[in-house]
């Protein structure tokens, strides 16, 4: 199934171009794991201020860090789908 998958892109990448298509799952697919981390980890978040809000800032500094590493990865996988969709 997948030989035959292969097979008919390559007969029709040369009649469409599939730039596009390889960009916009570069940056669909890159998306998907820091949206689920992001959700994670505000989930766990406001678990933990529930039970210690005198916590809040610690909690609150170590989450923004953790959502600007996950959005960091995202920021990565937008710079792939520009790079397949105008450089190569």
Known sequence: MLANL???L???SGEIDLKPI???LAIG???IGPAIG?????????????RNPEAEASIRANMI???A????IAIYALIVGI???FVL
Request: net charge negative; aromatic share 2%.
């Open 29 to 31: 697919l890159g998306a």
């Open 22 to 24: 390889g960009a916009g």
């Open 38 to 50: 992001i959700g994670m980890l505000v989930s766990k978040a406001m678990e933990a201020l529930g």
């Open 83 to 85: 790079i397949i969709a």
């Open 6 to 8: 292969v097979t008919v």
């Open 65 to 67: 860090v953790g959502i």
């Open 69 to 72: 590493f996950a959005e960091a």
């Open 10 to 12: 390559a007969e029709i």
